[in-house]
C-alpha cells in the first residue's frame, strides 16, 4: 500500500513537477508560456520547488534500489527481465 502510494507520489506528482518547474525556469519557454511563471509564482519559487524534487527522486531511487538489493537482487533482476519469480517455500525453492 504504502508502495502503490508511494509510486503514484513519483509518477503523477514528482515527476510532472520536475518537468514543469524545469520548464518555468527556462527563458525560452516561458518566453512563449509565461503563464508558467505565474502558475508557479515566480522563478526561484519554481527552482525551490525543482531542488525539493530533485532531493525527493534522488531519495526515492536510492531507497528504491537498496530495497531491491535486500529482497534479493538477483531473483529481482532475473524476473524482470525473464518474468521468472521463484518464491522460496519451506520445502526449498519454489
Ligand atoms: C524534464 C525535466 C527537467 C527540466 C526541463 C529541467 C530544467 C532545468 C533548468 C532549465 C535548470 C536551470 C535553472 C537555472 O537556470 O538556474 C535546471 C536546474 C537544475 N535541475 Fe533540472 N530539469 C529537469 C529535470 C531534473 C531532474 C530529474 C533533476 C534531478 C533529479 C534536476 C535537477 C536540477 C538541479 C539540481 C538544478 C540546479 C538548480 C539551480 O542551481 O538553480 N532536474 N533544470
Redesign the pocket.
Known sequence: MLQKLTYLIVIFIMLPL??AT??T??PAIDAGYPFLLDLFGGRQTA?SI??IC?WS??AFVVVHIVMVILSGLWNNMRSMITGRYAIYTEGGKG
Open positions: 520536475m518537468l524545469g520548464l525556469m527556462s527552482r525543482h531542488f530533485a527522486i534522488v
